[in-house]
């Protein structure tokens, strides 16, 4: 029985809840010729609440460090019925046990991968915790890495070997010039070791090689290298339309390409329109020098009101972004224009 809930049940054993307070629960017990005996404890029954919560403010997850360092810990800890509780906290490390408590601490972590977990429990037995994860290595500078061939900001052409060429040392490890890692932020994986040959796509690189000692610690050095496509004028046409009085409107189409035959976009290209007396154009002259823009892969302009006489149309520069023209000019179509 309870003093505050009365009775509550019979046997050797009973499972109940009790009401909020401070209950002295006793059990009795009458033999068969009415002798009586009991036993007393008292039990406290405090309200149901929330649990506290606990967070690690500092360091952030992920950080490194070394076995030399000491590393403070940061962290608060709040509970709806007893407040602050950051006091509270206790600290620890799957690698190296207890760390302390406090909203505090400063300590050393031996070598490893460290999960620091901060705890906390609150008056009514409600608990929390948060975990961070610290790399600690051994103290001692990084490897030091020197991509020595080619110069940053090196331009080839399309489908030139490029040959990349490096050195690492680290101060406790030596040298690790073989085991340098070449990345490519276009390509990828480009190869291991102290000199590697590759045909890199059309485009800019930022070539990184790195090398990671025994303990951890990364080196990186980094270039640019920039690998001019070539671009090609597939088609020139030329057709005439309209016109004023005696004069006719010339249209004309640029078509321009890359390596594979795709077209580009954003080229620009400048021309001039030839002009002569026949189609011979033995005596052709310059009669106008333009230039324009590609778009999808073809320039579209007109030369409007021109006077009689045979045109042909010359490509004289074509500008595109990470690649050069290859001097082609077709003969336009048709080949030349006459009035």
């Known amino acids: 029985s309870s003093d505050l809930d009365g009775g509550l049940g019979s046997g050797a054993s009973i499972t109940t809840t009790l009401s909020l307070g401070t209950h002295t629960v006793t059990a009795s017990v009458t033999d068969s010729a009415g002798g009586i005996d009991v036993d007393s404890i008292q039990v406290s029954v405090a309200a149901v609440g929330n649990p506290p919560t606990v967070s690690i403010t500092s360091p952030p997850s992920g950080t490194e460090t070394d076995t030399a360092t000491p590393m403070t810990f940061v962290g608060s800890a709040s509970d709806p019925e007893d407040g602050d509780l950051s006091s509270s906290i206790q600290w620890s490390s799957d690698l190296d046990g207890g760390l302390g408590s406090g909203a505090s601490i400063t300590t050393t972590l031996s070598l490893g991968t460290h999960t620091v977990t901060a705890s906390v429990t609150d008056s009514a037995g409600g608990a929390d915790s948060d975990s961070i994860q610290v790399v600690v290595t051994l103290p001692g500078a990084p490897p030091s890495v020197t991509i020595t061939a080619p110069a940053s900001g090196t331009s080839v052409s399309s489908g030139t070997s490029v040959t990349l060429e490096g050195t690492a040392t680290d101060p406790e490890d030596g040298d690790l010039t073989t085991a340098i890692e070449w990345v490519s932020d276009r390509d ?3 190869g291991t070791g102290g000199s590697v040959s590759v045909v890199l796509s059309d485009g800019v690189h930022v070539i990184t090689a790195s090398v990671v000692d025994s303990h951890g610690r990364q080196g990186t050095d980094s270039i640019t290298v920039t690998v001019e496509g070539s671009v090609s004028v597939s088609a020139i046409d030329q057709a005439g339309f309209g016109g004023k009085n ?3 409107h010339l249209r004309v189409s640029i078509g321009v390409v890359d390596a594979n035959g795709a077209g580009v976009s ?22 106008q020098s333009t230039f324009g ?3 999808g892969g073809t320039l579209s302009l007109t030369f409007k009101n021109i006077p009689s006489g045979c045109y042909r149309v010359v490509v004289t520069d074509i500008s595109a972004d990470g690649a050069s023209w290859d001097g082609s000019s077709p003969s336009p179509n048709p080949d030349p224009w006459c009035t």
């Open 293 to 295: 823009t590609t778009d």
């Open 188 to 190: 990828g994986s480009l």
């Open 266 to 287: 954003g080229a620009t290209v400048s021309l001039t329109l030839m002009r002569g007396s026949s189609s011979s154009m033995g005596d052709a002259t310059a009669y």
């Open 246 to 248: 005696a004069n006719k």
